[in-house]
Protein backbone atom coordinates (compact mmCIF):
# COMPACT_ATOMS: atom_id res chain seq x y z
CA UNK A 1 0.00 0.00 0.00
CA UNK A 2 1.61 3.73 -1.25
CA UNK A 3 2.25 5.71 2.15
CA UNK A 4 3.76 8.53 0.13
CA UNK A 5 3.16 10.83 -3.33
CA UNK A 6 5.18 13.09 -4.18
CA UNK A 7 4.59 15.70 -6.91
CA UNK A 8 6.37 18.86 -8.45
CA UNK A 9 3.71 21.28 -9.91
CA UNK A 10 3.42 24.65 -10.81
CA UNK A 11 3.60 28.09 -8.31
CA UNK A 12 -0.04 28.69 -7.47
CA UNK A 13 -1.55 32.07 -7.67
CA UNK A 14 -2.27 33.72 -4.52
CA UNK A 15 -5.25 33.11 -3.03
CA UNK A 16 -5.54 37.18 -3.12
CA UNK A 17 -5.14 36.48 -6.67
CA UNK A 18 -6.82 33.28 -7.16
CA UNK A 19 -10.23 34.79 -6.34
CA UNK A 20 -11.26 38.14 -7.35
CA UNK A 21 -14.25 40.31 -6.54
CA UNK A 22 -16.38 41.37 -9.37
CA UNK A 23 -17.80 44.75 -9.56
CA UNK A 24 -21.27 43.22 -8.20
CA UNK A 25 -19.18 41.88 -5.49
CA UNK A 26 -19.20 38.04 -5.76
CA UNK A 27 -16.03 36.27 -6.00
CA UNK A 28 -14.77 34.19 -8.80
CA UNK A 29 -11.64 32.54 -10.36
CA UNK A 30 -9.42 34.10 -11.79
CA UNK A 31 -8.51 33.48 -15.37
CA UNK A 32 -4.97 32.71 -13.66
CA UNK A 33 -5.93 30.56 -11.23
CA UNK A 34 -8.06 28.27 -13.94
CA UNK A 35 -5.40 27.81 -15.92
CA UNK A 36 -2.92 27.37 -13.22
CA UNK A 37 -5.33 24.82 -12.13
CA UNK A 38 -5.38 22.85 -15.72
CA UNK A 39 -1.79 22.79 -15.83
CA UNK A 40 -0.96 21.52 -12.50
CA UNK A 41 -4.00 18.71 -12.69
CA UNK A 42 -2.21 17.90 -15.67
CA UNK A 43 0.59 17.15 -14.18
CA UNK A 44 -1.04 15.46 -11.40
CA UNK A 45 -2.47 13.15 -13.62
CA UNK A 46 0.79 12.76 -16.09
CA UNK A 47 2.37 11.86 -12.94
CA UNK A 48 0.31 9.65 -10.72
CA UNK A 49 -1.45 7.90 -13.57
CA UNK A 50 -4.51 7.41 -11.29
CA UNK A 51 -2.53 6.80 -7.85
CA UNK A 52 -3.95 8.29 -4.68
CA UNK A 53 -3.65 8.47 -1.24
CA UNK A 54 -6.99 7.72 0.51
CA UNK A 55 -8.03 8.30 4.42
CA UNK A 56 -6.13 11.07 6.66
CA UNK A 57 -2.91 12.22 4.96
CA UNK A 58 -0.23 15.09 6.46
CA UNK A 59 0.51 17.11 3.68
CA UNK A 60 4.09 19.00 3.28
CA UNK A 61 4.48 21.97 0.24
CA UNK A 62 8.22 23.45 0.13
CA UNK A 63 7.46 26.71 -2.30
CA UNK A 64 10.20 28.02 -4.44
CA UNK A 65 10.81 31.38 -2.94
CA UNK A 66 12.40 33.37 -5.72
CA UNK A 67 9.04 33.01 -7.52
CA UNK A 68 6.65 34.47 -5.83
CA UNK A 69 6.66 37.52 -3.52
CA UNK A 70 2.98 35.67 -1.96
CA UNK A 71 3.56 34.40 1.72
CA UNK A 72 3.08 30.71 2.42
CA UNK A 73 -0.17 30.83 4.27
CA UNK A 74 -1.81 32.14 0.61
CA UNK A 75 -0.34 29.95 -1.70
CA UNK A 76 -1.74 26.07 0.52
CA UNK A 77 -5.26 26.72 -0.09
CA UNK A 78 -5.16 26.39 -4.39
CA UNK A 79 -2.66 23.41 -4.01
CA UNK A 80 -4.25 21.73 -1.27
CA UNK A 81 -7.84 22.08 -3.31
CA UNK A 82 -5.90 20.93 -6.33
CA UNK A 83 -5.45 17.82 -4.82
CA UNK A 84 -9.17 16.78 -3.53
CA UNK A 85 -10.27 18.04 -6.80
CA UNK A 86 -7.75 15.13 -9.03
CA UNK A 87 -8.83 12.90 -6.48
CA UNK A 88 -5.65 12.37 -4.72
CA UNK A 89 -6.43 13.20 -1.37
CA UNK A 90 -10.03 12.35 0.12
CA UNK A 91 -10.95 15.95 1.05
CA UNK A 92 -9.64 18.77 3.05
CA UNK A 93 -11.17 18.66 6.09
CA UNK A 94 -10.07 17.56 9.57
CA UNK A 95 -11.14 14.30 9.11
CA UNK A 96 -8.60 14.08 5.78
CA UNK A 97 -6.13 16.33 6.23
CA UNK A 98 -4.90 16.32 9.64
CA UNK A 99 -1.75 18.25 9.39
CA UNK A 100 -0.14 21.06 6.92
CA UNK A 101 3.71 22.21 6.85
CA UNK A 102 4.63 24.81 4.46
CA UNK A 103 7.91 25.91 3.85
CA UNK A 104 10.07 27.83 1.36
CA UNK A 105 12.62 25.85 -0.97
CA UNK A 106 14.89 25.93 -3.81
CA UNK A 107 12.70 23.82 -6.59
CA UNK A 108 10.93 25.03 -9.18
CA UNK A 109 7.17 25.56 -8.38
CA UNK A 110 5.42 23.81 -5.01
CA UNK A 111 7.31 20.49 -4.20
CA UNK A 112 4.11 18.39 -2.78
CA UNK A 113 4.36 15.68 -0.31
CA UNK A 114 1.49 13.46 0.79
CA UNK A 115 1.71 11.31 3.51
CA UNK A 116 -0.49 8.42 5.09
CA UNK A 117 -1.40 10.00 8.73
CA UNK A 118 -0.38 7.55 11.49
Not at 28 to 50: C, D, M
Not at 55 to 81: H, I, S, W
Not at 93 to 108: A, D, Q, Y
Request: net charge positive; aromatic share 8%.
Amino acid sequence: MMREIWLNLPMPPSLNNAYPTSKSGHRYKSPRYKAWAEEAGYEVNRTLKGERLGGPVQLLYAFNERETRADLGNLEKPVTDLLVSAGVIDGDSKKFVRGIELRWGTEGGVAVTVRRAA
